[in-house]
């Protein structure tokens, strides 16, 4: 019997190997330390890791804690945490600061060396008093100095519920929470939100509303009772007087120790990756919620950690590597693909395209735009074959019915260019032929129906349906008042804004979401691939009306 033995070559081809240059957003952590490793600077810097940013940090205490609560707490050394500061912010340039729990000492100094090293500069607070596990973690007495003293220097603030009463109270002179108004709906938090930024001058308020679930009546669950059905986040920015309310399904789960941590480190990573306020709270909550689903609820006794890692690791069952674990939970596979880092930048050009802009402000010549009709018109011809082609292999009865109802949308849509198109003496619409744009595009989609499997088709297909939706709301954010846009251009933005159009895009996604959990991990890179070259085929179909010579439209 001979020993087995293996090399595992690793080694690249070439024997010069020159690391590509690489720019990691920065954040640094102010927190405490949780033992446990759910919360505190332990979930600061697994967030901030998981959103491909770099995590300095300095811990302001060391808490014996675990999942039942928090037993002690020992307070860092004021000398040598101004040290770490120093130490972190005489050496790297840091883009984005995060605040968890402060002590007295701890939260002076970094009023100090904020104003010496980070003027200006983004920061998120995150006001740590009552812990997921319900424990308090913050000496109350020393929240008047926070307000007064950090709260205006803060980006984003991101109280919990009852952290946001206790910050409520004290701005109103109450004696104690108990003396605040009943909180009931929605527009009550929005209030509440609203006050805080107002009266204390941060930039902004994410209100987190996991302690507060709702039921299906639209009633607070503490007030009305009935079973928890979602959780409403408000994001309150002060210098655009904005509301925004995030609503996530309600999960019953134990792995929920450290989110509030996690919320405020991601956005912070967030922001430090260039996104503004609204889509690093929106991809926070996001990713927090799918930690949530992904947490193992068999650590410890208590309220257990999230999932940190729940997008790169599969779970170890006792199977291979080739283990069919997805990086998103059921539902929100588009979600996933919209924030994939090879799609958004393309995503986000093709729903904010000038185009659309133009449209909404009568800027775009009227030429331009029955060009653009006509291969619009076009294009939907062969869309909808390749829907038909679809139907052909779809997996299921639902799915054949859900493209037949598809095409008939596309039918609505095409009738009512046909009328614009007539409108302008252009009958013989038979006889349109496709511009270069409109050509490249139909043809990759033709040829991914002749090559692939139903879910890349759907996938092929899918840009186009959502994307006008969310295109024509971003068209509409540009008019104040639809008497002043010019009928023939208010009536398209209307026509993908319109009760039909958001069924259509309704029904659209309920087809592909029941799907996507059977797809490999392998599978999946080609779909985002597909994905993000269709948004960029969309991208040149919109820029190509506004650059044609005017001999050529």
Not at 179 to 204: R, V, Y
Request: hydrophobic fraction near 40%; proline fraction near 4%; charge should be negative.
């Amino acid at each position: 019997m001979t020993n087995q033995s293996i090399v595992v070559d690793l080694r690249l081809s070439s024997k010069r190997v020159v690391g590509k240059p690489v720019k990691l957003p920065t954040v640094l952590a102010c927190s405490g330390s949780d033992s446990s490793g759910g919360a505190g600077i332990e979930a600061d810097i697994k967030s901030i890791t998981a959103f491909g940013c770099y995590a300095l940090t300095a811990i302001t205490s060391l808490t014996a804690q675990n999942t039942k609560g928090v037993t002690s707490i020992e307070n860092t050394d004021p000398k040598f945490f101004e040290e770490i500061l120093e130490a972190n912010f005489e050496d790297i340039e840091i883009d984005v600061v995060k605040t968890g729990l402060l002590n007295p000492e701890s939260s002076r100094l970094l009023l100090k060396f904020l104003d010496k090293y980070h003027k200006g500069k983004p920061f998120v607070l995150d006001p740590v008093l009552v812990a997921t596990s319900g424990s308090m973690l913050a000496d109350q007495h020393e929240l008047g100095f926070t307000i007064d003293s950090h709260f205006k220097k803060a980006t984003i603030i991101t109280p919990n519920f009852e952290e946001a009463c206790v910050i409520y109270s004290y701005l109103k002179k109450l004696k104690t929470v108990d003396e605040l108004g009943e909180i009931e709906t929605l527009e009550d938090l929005k209030g509440m939100a609203k006050f805080i930024q107002q009266t204390t001058h941060c930039n902004s308020v994410l209100l987190k509303g996991g302690h507060i679930p709702w039921n299906r009546n639209e009633q607070l669950v503490k007030k009305k009772g009935g079973d928890p059905a979602y959780i409403a986040d408000i994001l309150y920015q002060g210098h655009l007087d904005k509301f925004t309310v995030i609503k996530t399904d309600y999960l019953t789960s134990s792995g929920t120790h450290g989110s509030g941590c996690t919320i405020a480190a991601s956005i912070a990573a967030n922001i430090a990756r260039s996104l503004k306020i609204e889509d690093a709270v929106i991809s926070s909550i996001r990713y927090v919620h799918q930690a949530i689903f992904g947490a193992d609820e068999t650590l410890g006794q208590g309220k257990g950690p999230l999932n940190h890692v729940f997008h790169i690791s599969p779970p170890i069952n006792g199977t291979s590597a080739e283990n069919n674990f997805l990086p998103f939970y059921p539902g929100h596979f588009l979600d996933y693909l919209l924030e994939h880092p090879l799609v958004s930048p393309i995503w986000k050009n093709y729903i904010n395209h000038p185009f659309l802009e133009n449209v909404a402000t009568n800027k775009l010549a009227k030429n331009r735009f029955i060009h653009y009709i006509c291969q619009d018109y076009v294009y939907l011809a062969s869309y909808a074959r390749v829907h038909g082609l679809a139907a052909g292999v779809a997996p299921d009865i639902e799915s054949i019915k859900a493209e037949a109802h598809i095409i008939d949308s596309i039918m609505e849509e095409m009738h009512r260019h046909k009328d614009v198109l007539n409108s302008r003496g252009i009958v013989k619409l038979d006889e349109l032929r496709p511009s270069k744009a409109c050509k490249q595009y139909s043809d990759y989609l033709l040829n991914i129906a002749k090559t692939s499997d139903w879910v890349a088709i759907k996938i092929a297909l899918a840009p186009c349906i959502f994307g006008y939706y969310y295109a024509a709301i971003y068209a509409r954010s540009f008019i104040k008042d639809e008497a002043d846009v010019d009928e023939e251009f208010l009536n398209w933005i209307n026509t993908y804004t319109g009760d039909w159009y958001k069924d259509a895009v309704d029904e659209a996604r309920q087809s592909l979401e029941s799907h996507m959990q059977a797809v490999s991990p392998i599978q999946l890179a080609e779909l985002v691939k597909i994905f993000a070259d269709v948004c960029q085929l969309e991208v040149n179909f919109w820029t190509s009306p506004m650059e044609l010579p005017e001999q050529d439209l």
